[in-house]
């Protein structure tokens, strides 16, 4: 295995809407810089990985309406780097389609996936863990993921069971449990068997291909019938042709939960997956009373356990509120209970069904 066959998927096309209304349908999360880095959470996550793999060998899928934003944030990539779904399909078919599109440029390719949005706080681990795992499916036709050892009973996570070693820190996965209750993740967690789901993936581009081809053989029909286009000039409209009639179907469920032949190296790495503004607030400081403010500037009297997220430049001044979450950007003001974000995706929806998009 050289450097020039180790490949970087980066998804990054999702809409955001738990993170709603800082992330919008215009501006979802991965494009915004959420910690004052002055580097977005897309932008961290390609840094991160080019640092072990190749700039040239590095591709965003994302949806075709944030083509000029990843152009704009990664502007080091050529066009052909970023492949435009013009369609929303889920994870398998973004993923299939990035393998048969790798394929066609190197048959050897080892690729390791990951979504646009994680935060890693302990990268050299991490880094040196994503090259062991190259090199693991690059010896193997085995399908293999990173699990993270849990530090308390997440239930906003999946959960992947661990069997037996092979090879030094790699196991076979026994089960997935999608995200449990309370009481199931507690029994998960003191058992010491189960470890987070990262929903970071690495596998040589021949055995998922064969994976998707076994496994949802509609999807593989559907983009394996242009094998002989990608690369080529024709990819573009065989895929504008055929991608929205790719079933929409999760990676998880389509593949990694059914194969007989995955594996997970498992790992700490201060990992997080930005997915809620609950998770978005452990991650912050606080002050002495619990409260976190991100962006604006705060004056907060007999409150504690809150969020408070405005515009750059605006004040916010809090009384008497406990663990709330108060969120303002563009035209949406939103308060709510902090533990209770489940709802936001409800929220959305109402605005959009009675107000239009005005609002998402």
């Not at 080019?50 to 152009?71: C, F, G, H, Q």
């Amino acid at each position: 295995m050289t450097g020039k066959d180790n490949y970087c998927v980066i998804m990054g096309g999702g809409i955001g809407s738990r993170f709603w209304p800082f992330s919008r349908k215009t501006l979802p999360k991965q494009f915004l810089d959420f910690f004052g880095t002055g580097r977005s959470l897309l932008q961290q996550t390609f840094d991160r990985f080019s640092k072990v793999i190749p700039t040239e060998n590095i591709l965003i899928v994302t949806n075709a309406m944030y083509s000029d934003l990843v152009r704009e944030q990664l502007p080091e990539l050529n066009p052909e780097q970023i492949l435009l779904e013009p369609a929303r399909r889920n994870t398998a078919p973004c993923i299939a389609w990035a393998a048969y599109h790798i394929r066609a440029l190197n048959p050897n390719a080892n690729i390791v996936v990951a979504p646009s949005d994680h935060l890693i706080l302990k990268e050299g681990e991490f880094l040196e863990a994503i090259e062991k795992g190259l090199d693991f499916v690059a010896h193997s036709d085995k399908l293999l993921t990173l699990g993270i050892k849990p530090n308390r009973p997440e239930t906003g996570y999946g959960y992947i069971q661990i069997a037996e070693q092979d090879g030094d820190n790699f196991y076979k996965v026994k089960t997935f449990t999608e995200k449990p209750e309370l009481e199931l993740a507690k029994v998960f967690v003191e058992s010491g068997e189960f470890y987070w789901n990262s929903g970071l993936f690495m596998w040589n581009v021949n055995t998922i291909i064969k994976a998707s081809e076994t496994l949802l053989p509609e999807l593989a029909s559907k983009l394996g019938a242009g094998k002989s286009l990608y690369g080529t000039e024709e990819e573009k409209a065989f895929i504008e042709e055929n991608f929205p009639a790719c079933p929409n179907v999760s990676i998880d469920f389509g593949i990694m939960e059914k194969a007989e032949n995955v594996y997970v190296s498992l790992g700490d790495f201060g990992w997080s997956d930005l997915g809620t503004w609950g998770s978005l607030y452990d991650l912050s400081a606080k002050d002495e009373n619990s409260n976190v403010t991100l962006k604006c500037e705060s004056l907060i009297y007999n409150s504690k356990d809150n969020i408070v997220v405005l515009p750059k430049g605006k004040l916010a001044v809090i009384e008497g509120l406990e663990g709330f979450l108060v969120a303002e950007s563009d035209n949406v003001l939103l308060i709510c209970k902090k533990d209770e974000e489940h709802a936001i995706r409800k929220y959305v929806n109402d605005a959009q069904m009675k107000l239009g998009d005005d609002y998402i």
